[in-house]
């Protein structure tokens, strides 16, 4: 690596952000997203959310993508158990998730990477504080492997 | 405007005053939006739900500038149902609409990065763009709504959101566990804050309700299985067994007294204090006046078991029959019919369900502290019992401990001399704010309980009454003005908690509590002990619940879909609470929740259809391979396998039934059920512009 390679290397590393998706449930996560905001609970702008009916909507492929295309973390957030708005797709999400995380690590991918939380339309607090702590362990992390090669 | 139609997006920034532009450069974003694949039109404006602002985007459709459009602004969960109706007032399916939530998930949570959130804005839109480039026109679909409802439990709750509705010419199915309706109320003497008596105001209407033409009453009934949703429920009524032939029961009440001691078991309408046969009309009043037998209670005398065998012949060579057969004027009672044990089943359908199953009150053995063994120490309820004119005393105050010989004595036609009490004191709040048992605050103690001192001075003055409160509660109308007549009558009232009863030789009760007032420990001797005890929710509320598919809060009580906004509708659409099985209340209170409820199951109802969103799953039957792997999975039981018409099983989907939760389309293998409005390349193509971000993906 010459010398100004290295340079270019190290400054992006320090400028690195991490990219991070958030597939959120409509009735308690995506609710909670909006509540964070209402109620002016700052949190990192490296997460980004995009909106499903329900956690039990989520294919295990929708992770998978995000990841091969470089986002760097992958959070699927629904409503807790026995509140789903469909009343059970949430225990779907669970088993298809402990799947999910297995497909991960044979990718070479760290399974912290993706995270499936359960967070209640009114715990905006609780929005706020998993994406700081999500973010944390992303920027631990560091960039996603697939994304450097 | 036709699908295959190439996209034009109009894409429009809301500045919401200083709440988005305040931390987003929405110039910055605009600028942006141009750049992005099929966006033809970009425009911001201070306030975009506003009539101008929805003029701009009405005028790009009609001016067919855009056949696409985003709104960047706030939360769908809000603003999407007035851009959407904004769209198609301007002749576009209102479906071509998608939004870029900038403000609750942007701004307002990175208020002070100003630049990041910025950029974060743009990604929002340039996810929002990806998807607008992929969405499908589709149609509303109306759902026919069955103009008939079911209401479980038939207190005052249940009475009055019975009696509305059939007035409004609704069909009505009323089912009640019990064998009358009346529910608690039914029990009571008096009624505060007017101390009218409670069967006068509670009787006509119990009569109006079997009576009313458009009112199926369903007693001694209870839902078993409940299927569909809003508009269209299938339920499923178990008639319990009766053993007595309601056609023909007159409600004489001749079996009453000749069901033998051994068969005897304590009455619940009096609340244990006398007893009932196995063959009982619940109370003098109910409704209908019907017998049922009890099997638990009945010991079947004669070997008279209903098993549909004739009686065996006495030595004479009579029946021998059992008494309440032999004594039936009409032939109710008899037993030689077989009768199935399970009763019958009954199905409904119905458009929408009430549920006031209303409350029990704690049974007085919980408190060991009180000496609950002791005759003397009743709850409040018993209390009601013994002072109404239909209790076991026939309404004159005598010592509980007394009722079974004043009953025995009345049996035989004799006079006997009971004792009545000097001292009556009441104890507040036993099982309410009481971290042990109930944590919440049963609203009607502090109420009945001065209703019953009040009651009580004024028949007897002599009396001497204490009353041990944490605090008194009279916030209700006109409910202070009656404390305040209270304490003028002299009832002495003691601000403090009682800890312990504790029996005395002579028979009395020595009441040990704290006054907070002077600070001293107190002791009241008294000769009859009332516990105010706490207001449950019945103890099958939870499998109801879980039935219908509504939820419970922690304390047990059927949880409203919002406290203030929607406070007698639940989760699940279609189903509505009233009463005390929402959370203790007194009867103002559950006749308000019931009307509530009643005329929302009409505004439902009334249109006799309604809108539904037509974002639900559909199976392509080409791709579909008949695996099955999506039939079970439906929470909704929507989907089913059906043969084609070249004989091969394909899956399904009821567009009735199914609500659009997308677990099937997540699972199907041969990607067969697609999620309208949710749909796999729509929310791939938002997936994949997040996590190249900021690179664009150009397909
Ligand atoms: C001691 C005492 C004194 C009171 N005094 C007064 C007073 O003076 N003034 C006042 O305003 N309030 C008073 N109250 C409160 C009053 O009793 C209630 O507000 C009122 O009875 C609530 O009516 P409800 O219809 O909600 O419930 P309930 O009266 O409990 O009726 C519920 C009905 O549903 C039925 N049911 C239960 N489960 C099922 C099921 N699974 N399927 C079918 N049916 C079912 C029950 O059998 C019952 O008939 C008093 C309460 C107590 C405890
Ligand atoms: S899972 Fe897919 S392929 Fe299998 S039956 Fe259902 S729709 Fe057809
Ligand atoms: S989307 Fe949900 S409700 Fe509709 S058929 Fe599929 S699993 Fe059932
Ligand atoms: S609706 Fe939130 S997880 Fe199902």
């Known amino acids: 690596m010459s010398q100004a390679q290295a340079e270019v290397a190290e400054k992006k590393n320090e400028e690195w952000e991490p990219n991070i998706l958030v597939i959120a449930c409509n009735w308690c996560t995506y609710q909670a997203a909006d509540m964070a905001g209402s109620l002016r609970y700052s949190y990192p702008p490296t997460c980004k959310v995009v909106r499903v009916p329900c956690s039990g909507r989520v294919e295990p492929e929708f992770v998978i993508e995000a990841l091969l295309n470089g986002a760097d973390g992958v959070l699927i957030g629904g409503c807790h158990p026995g509140d789903c708005h469909y009343k059970e797709g949430n225990y779907k999400a669970l088993r298809r998730f402990e799947w999910l995380k297995k497909i991960v690590e044979e990718l070479g991918i760290e399974p912290e990477r993706v995270r499936l939380e359960w967070i209640a339309g009114s715990e905006g607090l609780k929005f706020a504080e998993v994406m700081k702590e999500f973010d944390a362990t992303i920027r631990k992390l560091g960039p996603n492997p697939l994304k450097k090669v | ?699």
């Not at chain 2, 409600?251 to 009455?267: N, Q, T």
């Not at chain 2, 004027?329 to 030689?336: H, K, L, M, N, Q």
């Not at chain 2, 009601?384 to 005598?398: D, H, M, N, V, Y």
């Not at chain 2, 019945?538 to 879980?546: D, G, I, S, Y």
């Open chain 2, 1 to 699: 405007m036709s699908n295959d139609e190439k996209p034009r997006i109009g894409v429009y920034i809301c500045h919401c005053g200083e709440n988005i532009a305040g931390a987003v450069d929405v110039k910055a974003v605009a600028e942006f939006a141009k750049t992005l694949p099929d966006v033809v039109v970009v425009r911001d404006y201070l306030f975009m739900c506003s009539d101008p602002g929805q003029e701009l985007i009405k005028q790009d459709i009609r001016d067919g500038l855009v056949n696409r459009v985003v709104v960047a602004a706030c939360t769908p969960r809000t603003h999407e149902p007035i851009f959407r109706k904004a769209c198609e007032d301007a002749g576009l399916n209102k479906y071509y609409f998608e939004m870029a939530n900038i403000r609750d998930q942007c701004s307002w949570a990175h208020w002070h990065e100003k630049e990041k959130a910025t950029e974060k804005a743009k990604a929002i839109v340039a996810a929002a763009v990806a998807k607008a480039r992929l969405l499908e026109p589709l149609e509303d679909r109306y759902i026919e709504l069955t103009k008939e409802v079911m209401v479980i439990g038939g207190g005052i709750a249940g009475i009055f959101a019975a009696l509305d509705l059939a007035n409004a010419g609704f069909k009505v199915h009323l089912v009640e566990k019990s064998p009358s309706i009346g529910g608690n109320m039914a029990k009571l003497d008096k009624t505060f804050p007017t101390n009218d008596c409670s069967a006068c105001i509670l009787t006509p209407l119990m009569v109006e309700v079997a009576n009313h033409p458009n009112i199926n009453l369903l007693t001694y009934s209870e839902v078993e299985s409940v299927e569909g949703s809003v508009g269209n429920f299938k339920v499923k009524v178990r008639k319990k067994q009766t053993y007595v032939d309601w056609d023909k029961c007159t409600g004489c009440g001749a079996c009453l007294d000749v069901c033998p001691p051994k068969a005897r078991v304590p009455d619940e309408f009096n609340e244990g204090m006398s007893l009932r046969g196995a063959i009982y009309i619940p109370f003098p009043q109910a409704v209908p006046k019907k017998a049922v037998v009890d099997m638990d209670a009945c010991i079947k005398c004669g070997g008279r078991d209903f098993s549909g065998k004739e009686p065996r012949l006495s030595k004479s060579g009579k029946p021998i029959l059992a008494p309440c057969e032999k004594v039936c004027p009409t032939g109710a009672a008899d037993r030689t019919p077989y009768r199935d044990p399970n009763g019958e089943l009954v199905e409904l359908n119905v458009g929408a369900i009430i549920v006031a199953t209303g409350y029990k009150v704690m049974d007085k053995h919980h408190f060991k502290e009180f000496a609950p063994e002791h005759p003397n120490v009743i709850t409040a309820m018993q209390m009601e019992r013994l002072i109404s004119a239909t209790g076991p005393s026939e309404g004159k105050l005598i010592k509980p401990s007394e009722i079974p010989k004043l009953l025995e004595a009345k049996k035989k036609g004799e006079k006997v001399e009971v004792e009545k009490p000097h001292t009556i004191t009441f104890i507040s709040c036993v099982g309410s704010r009481d971290n042990r048992y109930h944590t919440y605050c049963s609203r009607v103690c502090c109420m009945y309980m001065l209703k019953q001192a009040m009651i009580l001075k004024e028949k007897y003055p002599d009396l001497d009454i204490y009353i041990f409160f944490i605090d008194v509660r009279t916030p209700g109308k006109d409910f202070d003005e009656y404390y305040m007549r209270c304490r003028q009558l002299g009832i002495k009232i003691i601000k403090g908690r009682a800890g312990g009863i504790q029996p005395l030789p002579d028979d009395r009760l020595l009441v040990k509590g704290y006054d907070a007032e002077i600070g001293k420990p107190v002791e009241v001797v008294t000769d009859i002990a009332v516990l105010a005890t706490a207001i449950e929710p019945n103890p099958t509320l939870k499998e109801l619940a879980r039935t219908l598919g509504i939820n419970v809060g922690a304390e047990g009580f059927l949880k409203e879909r919002h406290t203030k906004l929607y406070p007698v509708d639940t989760m699940t659409e279609g189903i509505f609470i009233a009463g005390c099985a929402q959370g203790p209340k007194d009867i103002p209170d559950s006749v308000a929740q019931a009307k509530a409820a009643a005329a929302s199951a009409m505004s439902l109802l009334d249109p006799g259809k309604m809108t539904v969103e037509p974002l639900i799953s559909e199976v392509n039957k080409e791709k579909c391979t008949g695996c099955g792997i999506c039939v079970p999975l439906c929470p909704y039981g929507a989907i089913s396998l059906v043969e084609c018409e070249d004989g091969k099983k394909k899956s399904e989907i009821n567009p009735a039934l199914c609500k659009g939760c997308g677990v099937c389309t997540a699972a199907c293998p041969s990607k067969a059920i697609t999620l309208h409005g949710f749909t796999y390349d729509q929310v791939l193509a938002q997936i994949k512009t997040i996590a190249r971000w900021p690179e664009i993906p150009a397909e």
